[in-house]
């Protein structure tokens, strides 16, 4: 996990991520009862049109900045989470 966050924080990705939640990712990793899941460990990202709970989904536009946050996960992104993602 650390280094892909390394390499995410360079500036080689300034403009690959919209929003980060590296600390999220961290405290995720860290927790001893997701290390037996599928996922654990592994960084993953998520794409704007996905929803994710408490994130606005932009889908890449300026014009939804404005509109309210997710109140759930998507179906895709509760699956990467129950397994450790």
């Known amino acids: ?7 995410a924080r360079s500036g080689a990705c300034d403009k ?3 929003h980060t ?3 999220q990712a ?3 990793a860290a927790d001893p009862s997701r ?5 654990a460990g592994l960084a993953v990202s998520v794409k704007d049109l996905f929803d994710i709970e408490g994130q606005v989904t932009g889908a890449g536009s300026r014009t939804r900045a404005g509109d309210a946050p997710a109140v759930r996960d998507c ?5 990467l ?3 450790g993602g």
């Open 1 to 7: 996990m650390r280094s892909c966050l390394e390499v």
């Open 16 to 18: 690959v991520f919209l």
């Open 21 to 23: 939640m590296f600390e």
């Open 26 to 28: 961290q405290s995720v």
């Open 35 to 39: 290390q037996h899941k599928p996922l």
């Open 75 to 79: 179906s895709a992104v509760s699956r």
């Open 81 to 83: 989470r129950a397994a």
